[in-house]
Every structure is written in C-alpha cells, then in structure tokens.
C-alpha cells in the first residue's frame, strides 16, 4: 500500500502510460477509419492487371461492333467504375463514341497524336488501357481510363481524405501526455522549491522554520526528516544556551572571586617590598607584581568578553574628537613603554573630520588591549608606533611594533581573549581593523569609513 502512494509508482504510472498510449491511439484510429470508410472498405479492392485484363478480353469478345453495341459495353462498365471514362477511335482515327470523357480530345486522331497519346498515358495517371475491338483491328480501338487513386486500398483512400482529423487526433493525444507529464513533475519541482524556501527560512532564533507535510511520498519522507531534524537543532539550541549560561555565570562568579585573593597577594608583596631584602628577593618580589598584573588584566579580559558575549557590557556612543582622544591614550601609555625602553614613534596628523561617533570607553578599551599586546608580545622589538592614515575612503590609526609576528610564540598569554574584545567592539561601533603581521612585525589599522 505505502509502495502506491509514492513517486516512483506514479513515476511508472506515466511511463505505462507513455508505452501504451501510442497503442491505444492506433486502436482508436482504426476504429475511426473503419466507421468511416466502412462501405469502402467492405468493397473490393481493383488491381489494374485484373481490369486490364478484363478490358482486353471484353474488347475481343464483341462480335457485332455497331456503336449501340459500344455505347453498351461503355454503359455497362459505367455501371462498375462510376468514375471511368471511355471512347472509341475508328480505323481512320475517327472519334466516334465517348463516356463521361471530361477531357478536351480531338475528332480526327492522326498517327502521330496516338503515339503522343499512347506515350503520355502509359504508366501515368489516369491509368489507360487500349484494346483492340474483335479479331480485326480495323475495327478502331477502344480506350478505358481511371484515376489510379480508385486503386489504392480503402484505407488509404480514407487516410487521404481524413488525414487532417487523424493528425490532430494523434497531436490532441500527445499533448495530454505531455500536460500529466508536466503537471507531475511541476507539482515534484513546487514541493521541492517549497521545501527550499523552508530551509532559508529562518525563525526569530535563527533556525529554520517547519514545513507543512501534505503527502506521503518521497517528498513528504524527506519533509519529514527536515522537520525532525529542525525539532532537534532547536533542543540542541536550547541546551547550548542553557550552557552558555552557566559558563558566563561560572566565569564572572570565578573573575569576582579570583579578584579578592589576587588584591591580598597584591598587599603582602607591597609590604615584602619594604623590607629589608636580598637583590634576588627584591628580584622575585618585582617578578611576582608583574605576574599580578598581567592575572589582574586577563580576569577583566575574561569579564568583559563574557560581558559583551552576553550583550550587557555598557554601550553609550556619543560624538568625540578622535584625534585629541588617541593622544591623550598615549599620553597615560607613554611612561609605560619609556620604563621598558621602547623606541616610542608617534605621528598623529588631524583628520579632515576628528570627530568619530563612537563610545570613548569602548575605544579606550581597544586601545588599552593592543598597547598591552604590544607591551607582552612584541617586547623584543623594543618598539611601538602611532601614526594616522587617510584616504579617499577611510581614515585610521595605524599601531606599529618590530616584534616576532603573531605567528610565532610569546611567553605571555591570553593575548586571543584581547584581540577578540578588540573584534567585537570594533564591529560593534561600526569601525573596521586589520592585522598584518611578519617576523619582523606586526601593523594594526583601526578605520573609520568617510
């Protein structure tokens, strides 16, 4: 049961169809024919070697040759072929009987117009027989004619006449043919296209929507799964939400609490730092600041992507003199850098229009994470450069260091989490940035589009 309400059976459907609709199509041809053509049909079919043959021997057998008698003879076969036409041309080439002759010939027939004559009917249309009357060929000539189309079988004759009719007949069946097979595979192509647009579809939560199952079928098989597989993503959605969740929870409860043991250790090395100690202890005592603050700046990393991911990082956009702002970055940046001995390079030229629409914070913040990425990664160069670049599409500021190139491994981690804060507030305030990056440095471009 379920094998009949599929594609393939209808498939095969159409195809037996196809096979015996040509069959069915002679059938009812010839049935037309036949109630057409049915008293031709029934009637005997003419060979001209018969009727020849017959017109020779009737031609012989005349005994009295008087035109009663061959105007007789002519009638009688009239009788037989409606559509014959016959005459009689005497010795002298007098014409002398005629029946039902149509054609314009002369009275008097000269040697010369019987060869014509005999030349031009023989093997033609009409077809012509000429026969010699009784045992005496003074006695003239008798001539049978008959268009050859009487001799063709009654089916023929009827094809002839009917042909326009059968031929349309043949075409109309054709046609339906092709209008099911059409139709079939039009209904295959909308469900498909349906089950398409389905998949492109997408709901409030970004997944695709279900689609109606309205058959049976393969198609409907498939649709099926679709909607099985939509009903699955969307559990698979809601429990990664619900995971997503707890980690941002779990992440800003462990930031929160890693906070307070971090400020403790924090106040004991700054009071270790006051004692009286060896240069190795006032050594390890630096050492273990620097890793404080490197921790104490990947836990607020950690906090504000977890933040941003969950879309509640603060977001306030406002108008600001971008050019005036970048200086005043580097001026909190400068000692920094200076302390480690960098070779400090800034060429910071106004725009054509210093003031950018986007959230100072923000901004400070990308800043801050690709100067410290600067200060742990490419320390080696012992470099950082601050320059502007405008051109006919965009203004940027462009951040410079002669370090290994982010390929390579840095000592320092916690670099990936940064730069993926960079990202997202970039995007987020409608800027653009790029990253070229070599073993003999690396060049951020922060832009603005005109």
């Known amino acids: ?57 009737e031609a012989k057998s005349i005994k009295n040759i008087t035109e009663e008698t061959i105007t007789q003879h002519f009638e009688d076969w009239q009788k037989q072929y409606p559509k014959a036409s016959m ?20 009275s008097k027939w000269t040697p010369a117009y019987t060869t014509k004559f005999i030349k031009e009917r023989y093997g033609g249309d009409p077809f012509t027989v000429i026969a010699f009357l009784g045992d005496d060929e003074s006695n003239g000539f008798i001539v049978f004619e008959m268009p050859k189309e009487l001799f063709n079988p009654p089916l023929i004759n009827v094809y002839e006449q009917y042909g326009a009719i059968i031929l349309f007949g043949v075409i109309a069946i054709i046609l339906f043919f092709i209008v099911v097979s059409f139709l079939f595979f039009r209904g295959i192509r909308k469900r498909l296209l349906h089950l398409q647009e389905a998949m492109e579809i997408r709901d409030v939560d970004g997944l695709p929507i279900e689609t109606k199952v309205k058959k049976k079928d393969e198609i409907g098989q498939l649709e099926q799964s679709f909607n099985r597989m939509v009903c699955e993503l969307r559990e698979s959605k809601n429990r990664e939400q619900q995971e997503e969740q707890l980690r941002r929870e779990l992440i800003a409860n462990l930031s929160h609490d890693l906070r307070t043991p971090l400020t403790k250790i924090r106040a004991q090395s700054y009071s270790l730092s006051k004692e009286e100690l060896s240069e190795e202890a006032q050594q390890a005592i630096k050492a273990m600041e620097i890793s404080i603050v490197n921790i104490d700046a990947l836990i607020e990393n950690l906090m504000s992507y977890t933040l ?14 971008v050019i005036r702002f970048v200086r005043e970055q ?17 060429e910071v030229h106004p725009f054509e229009k210093n003031e950018w629409q986007v959230d100072p914070i923000w901004l400070g913040r990308i800043f801050d994470n690709l100067f410290q990425n600067v200060l742990r990664h490419a320390n080696s160069g012992k470099y950082i450069g601050v320059e502007t670049e405008s051109t006919e599409h965009y203004d940027a500021f462009i951040i410079k260091d002669r370090g290994n190139g982010m390929k390579n491994e840095s000592d320092a981690k916690g670099a990936g989490i940064g730069l993926s804060i960079v990202d997202i507030m970039v995007e987020g305030m409608d800027l653009d940035w790029d990253i070229e990056s070599s073993e003999s440095g690396t060049k951020i471009k922060i832009k603005h589009y005109k």
């Open 308 to 321: 941003l991911m969950a879309s509640k990082y603060k977001f306030e956009q406002k108008e600001i003199n």
């Open 330 to 346: 580097m001026t909190t940046w400068y000692p920094v850098f200076e302390k480690e001995g960098f070779e400090i390079d800034i």
């Open 87 to 106: 005459f009689w041309v005497s010795e002298d080439g007098t014409l002398l009987t005629k029946v039902n002759v149509e054609e314009q010939i002369p």
């Open 1 to 57: 049961m379920k094998f009949f309400r599929s594609l393939l059976a209808k498939y095969m459907l159409i195809i037996f169809l196809a096979i015996s609709i040509v069959q069915l199509s002679y059938f009812a041809i010839a049935a037309f024919m036949f109630g057409i053509g049915k008293t031709d049909i029934s009637s005997e079919v003419l060979r001209e070697s018969e009727v020849e043959e017959k017109w020779h021997a």
